[in-house]
């Protein structure tokens, strides 16, 4: 009985796996946990999009539902952090100036900048050791934008349109 199972909501900000559609409710998996949503709470993202998920310090490019690539990324530290949401990029480059806030460090990277001052971008500065570690994150993460190792970096600057939404969930 899929009633004993209603989710109900999730957190904002989550991928679910619709599993079966009904007339007004959807059977999905969440994180692993099964169990049913009413459809007027599901908002579909169509197209593709790229899915930075924090807990697991993962970057994924999904074409439509397919997963066309994904690798390790370091998010922002507890102080701060990468603000969750659904936000679309503004452009690329291939340096950027981190501001005050870092020392007024100019940098030649591969940035692919949103919400504000937050971006993609790599980080040869940073040990390829740490990116993925969700406990190196939250203690020397960056200042809130999304790291990445220098080959996902060139994917995403080469490979992802600069219109495409990106996804930060916990």
Not at 68 to 81: E, N, Q, S
Not at 127 to 155: E, T
């Amino acid at each position: 009985d899929a009633s004993k199972n209603i989710i109900g909501y999730g957190d904002k900000y989550q991928l679910i796996e619709v599993m079966q559609e009904y007339d007004s409710y959807c059977l999905v998996n969440m994180d692993g946990k099964i169990g049913i949503i009413s459809k007027k709470d599901i908002k579909e993202i169509k197209g593709s999009f790229v899915a930075v998920d924090i807990s697991t310090q993962r970057i994924y490019y999904y074409c439509n539902t397919d997963v066309a690539f994904r690798d390790r990324c370091t998010t922002g530290k507890k102080t701060t952090p990468t603000e969750l949401g659904f936000f679309e990029p503004y452009g690329k480059g291939s340096s950027h100036d981190f501001g005050p806030k870092h020392n007024n460090v100019k940098a030649k990277i591969l940035w692919m900048p949103y919400n504000g001052g937050q971006g993609l971008h790599d980080a040869d500065w940073e040990d390829d050791s740490n990116f993925g570690d969700y406990n190196y994150a939250m203690k020397h993460g960056s200042g809130g934008c999304v790291r990445l190792p220098d080959s996902a970096a060139r994917f995403v600057y080469d490979n992802v349109p600069k219109s495409t939404k990106i996804l930060v969930k916990q």
